[in-house]
């Protein structure tokens, strides 16, 4: 233990590490696994309207796998020990969720796992046309909900070989996702996004000085 009250020990049981390797670091593909692969063949058979909760169930399906499979590594990279220390980061690991929990409640719940679509579908209606704004956490930054995962999943003040194997996992296949998500809103709204994405952090807030 160090002087600052943190403990870091490196001894690693390689066999559960590999087998949780085998299972995450093949994630950050699944996207484009998933556009290539099964889209084509799934919008042949699932309506568009549904498309949307498919895929939710589907990716709910592959995460209780990966739950369900994982193996603890319970080897300790980083120990906080000082208490006002891991208080604060608990604080920022409380913020994270509740920046994801905010994040969800700026955007459209029932349009996000694809209820809305079916619903609509099933009253033969069709939904308006997004209009670009930037409500309260995405006039700081682009993607609040990837950020507070960020802030969940790293801060902890007893970080676990397993823990650290999946935050990186996560955090690599959020980066990847990011930058599909972002090509897809160019394509949507244009210049508006462009023009956005000039002015506001991707997860961190960028100020800039006054004239500028």
């Not at 020990?81 to 409380?94: E, H, V």
């Not at 990847?176 to 998500?181: D, G, H, K, V």
């Amino acid at each position: 233990m160090s002087a600052s009250g943190v403990v870091m020990i490196r001894e690693i049981n390689p066999a559960p590490a590999a087998e949780n390797r085998a299972m995450v670091i093949p994630a950050p593909k699944i996207k484009s696994f998933a556009d290539v692969v099964v889209a084509a063949p799934l919008l042949a058979v699932v309506p568009l309207p549904a498309e949307r909760s498919v895929y939710v169930i589907m990716a709910s399906a592959v995460l209780i796998l990966l739950m369900a499979l994982w193996r603890p590594i319970d080897a300790a990279v980083w120990s906080v020990t000082a208490p006002m220390a891991a208080n604060l980061i608990w604080a920022i690991f409380w913020a994270g969720w509740a920046t994801v929990l905010l994040s969800t409640f700026l955007i459209n719940h029932f349009e996000l796992f694809g209820l809305q679509q079916a619903w609509f579908n099933m009253q033969g209606r069709e939904a308006a046309a997004h209009k670009f704004h930037q409500p309260l956490l995405y006039k700081w930054v682009r993607h609040p909900l990837y950020l507070g995962f960020f802030l969940a999943f790293w801060a902890t003040p007893q970080m676990t070989a397993g823990h650290l194997l999946l935050a990186v996992g996560v955090s690599v296949y959020m980066l990847i996702a990011i930058r599909y998500e972002e090509r897809d809103l160019v394509d949507y709204f244009g210049k508006d996004y462009e023009d956005y994405r000039e002015r506001v952090g991707m997860l961190t807030p960028r100020f800039r000085r006054r004239g500028a």
